[in-house]
């Protein structure tokens, strides 16, 4: 078993482009077709996910204001001294 490094430098396109071909039908048929990663997912999830942030700060936002009024509220209610 040799321990050598291969420099990528020094195989042809042909071969390297042969090797990816190679390593992606292999990924295909051991994770599956519908479980592969794409573009289109992967934006997909990053839409979602810049979604739920916003929801989150919206929610943020709403308790704060309301956090406001009652304290302005409670405020209000206190007798002048």
């Known amino acids: 078993m040799s321990t050598e ?4 430098t020094t195989i042809s396109r042909t071969v390297a ?8 039908t292999l990924e295909r048929a ?3 077709e519908g479980r592969m990663r794409t573009a ?3 934006a997909w999830e990053a839409v979602c ?10 929610e943020l936002d709403r308790l704060i204001a ?9 405020r209000d ?3 002048a001294a």
Do not use: T, W
């Not at 490094?5 to 990528?8: A, G, Q």
């Not at 309301?66 to 409670?74: H, Q």
């Open 49 to 58: 996910a810049d979604r739920a942030r916003a929801d989150q700060r919206a």
């Open 17 to 24: 482009s042969l090797a990816v071909g190679v390593v992606h």
């Open 30 to 32: 051991v994770i599956g």
């Open 77 to 79: 209610r206190q007798p």
């Open 66 to 74: 309301e956090l406001a009024a009652a304290r302005a509220a409670a």
């Open 40 to 42: 289109r997912g992967n």
């Open 5 to 8: 490094n291969i420099d990528l």
